[in-house]
């Protein structure tokens, strides 16, 4: 979730700008623990799957393992996918889901 964007204006002659994003994990990182107590499995209603982690949606703007991922999604190179989605859940353990098996 945003929680505050503050936008601001150089004044360096070039038109520089900057976009200034505060984002709040909390509710990504309860996810991320919530899904770690049921051993990482997640049930919504005849459909279960095993959770791998959680993230706030707005890291995909500005997270570089996150960017280069949807890049690779995009030109069909699921293994690069899958390789870049592994690395952000490395750097960024807050969001890892622990479960014993990991299926990507």
């Not at 393992?65 to 995009?74: N, Q, V």
Request: charged share 30%.
């Amino acid at each position: 979730m945003i929680k505050n964007q503050e936008f601001i204006e150089e004044n360096d002659g070039k038109g520089t700008v900057r976009l200034i994003t505060q984002v709040d994990p909390t509710a990504a990182i309860e996810e991320a623990k919530a899904a770690t107590e049921n051993g990482g499995r997640i049930k919504t209603g005849n459909v279960e799957w095993i959770d791998l982690g959680s993230f706030p949606q707005e890291m995909w703007a500005y997270d570089p393992w996150l960017i280069e991922a949807r890049k690779a999604s995009s030109a069909g190179d699921m293994g690069e996918y899958n390789r870049l989605m592994q690395k952000f859940f490395e750097v960024h353990k807050c969001f890892k889901t622990i479960a014993r098996k990991k299926y990507w």
